[in-house]
């Protein structure tokens, strides 16, 4: 006959097992992904991983381009009046981001490899 206190612990076992793997699961690094906003907002999160073009535009002409290509991301074209980002790097470290202030986007990395330079710090 099997004792209660035994189902217990064997239950406790596979719970606290499960919990393990799901603990793994969830905590594993995922691909990195490239997070878009406008205003504030997020527009569009796309995995770095995978090479795509995204157009901005809105309803003033404003554009911008942001290619994701071999795991790097670059703001290819905009018609902003400082062209600040499209002249920045590719970027594909964690928490490297395209800012591009005159059309309130921003491109973040978020997931990916640490960077050599803690760039949050302040
Ligand atoms: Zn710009």
């Given amino acids: ?7 217990i612990l064997a239950g406790t076992v596979l719970i606290v097992a499960l919990a393990a ?3 793994i699961t969830f ?18 999160t796309m995995p770095l991983d995978k090479d795509a073009t995204l157009t901005l535009g809105d309803k003033q002409g404003n554009y911008n381009v942001v290619e ?31 800012v591009c202030l005159p059309h309130k986007v921003t491109v973040e ?4 490899e640490e960077g050599d330079i803690d760039i949050m710090a302040n």
């Fill in 1 to 7: 006959m099997i004792k209660k206190n035994d189902l």
């Fill in 21 to 23: 793997v799901l603990l």
């Fill in 27 to 44: 905590t594993k690094k995922e691909g990195a992904e490239v997070v878009v906003t406008v205003d504030g907002e997020v527009y569009k």
């Fill in 68 to 98: 994701v290509k071999g795991g790097e991301v670059t703001m290819t074209e905009a018609n902003c009046r400082d062209q600040i980002c499209v002249n920045h790097k590719a970027i594909h470290y964690n928490h490297e981001s395209i």
């Fill in 109 to 112: 990395i978020r997931g990916g």
